[in-house]
């Protein structure tokens, strides 16, 4: 009788997919509630939780496909391919949505940007602010890599404490 061993691209894939859909809907649910500019710690969070959350259940069901075994390095596969899975559809959700949903988007944050600098630094000049959000704006093309490394960290980081946590490694005989 031969053991069939699960796959973590699989699981990765699909979980990745679920997350990624659970953001986007989640994205979708804060345009249509007029919210798309909220970055407090609230809405943080959700997408955090919805990403660990995610990751978690992928390496959990990989262990219950895997005979109920588990390594950190599977974990560390399984959490980091969600995270990128997820990290991409998120990045090709903001994508169209930052180009075609709502092409005023980015425009949009820097005057939120703006105008909290304007207060939180009353010693600048108007001037001073737009000279760093136009240098913000020739670097905005970096907020797609940073949050995809951002997406993986974190399946690194969720992938090797729930593999602490759930591993069972397969007996030597």
Do not use: C, H
């Not at 345009?31 to 500019?37: A, L």
């Not at 090709?92 to 949009?108: A, G, R, V």
Request: no cysteine.
């Amino acid at each position: 009788m031969e053991d069939t061993q699960a796959q973590t691209g699989k699981f990765s894939l699909n979980y990745g997919l679920i997350v990624g859909a659970v953001g986007i809907a989640f994205g979708i649910m804060l345009y249509v509630m007029d919210m798309q500019y909220e970055r407090g710690f609230a809405v943080q969070a959700t997408q955090t939780l919805i990403l660990v959350a995610g990751i978690v259940l992928g390496i959990y069901q990989f262990k219950k496909a895997n005979s109920n075994f588990l390594t950190i390095s599977e974990a560390l596969k399984v959490g980091a391919g969600v995270a990128l899975i997820a990290g991409l559809l998120g990045i090709l959700y903001f994508y169209i949505f930052s180009n075609f949903i709502e092409p005023d988007f980015m425009d949009n944050m820097y005057e939120i940007g703006k105008q909290q600098a304007l207060i939180d630094n009353p010693k600048l000049t108007e001037e001073q602010i737009d000279q760093g959000i136009e240098m913000q704006k020739s670097f905005s093309w970096m907020t797609y890599p940073i949050i995809l490394v951002m997406n993986i960290l974190i399946g690194l980081v969720v992938g090797v404490i729930t593999g602490l946590i759930l591993k069972k490694d397969k007996p030597a005989y």
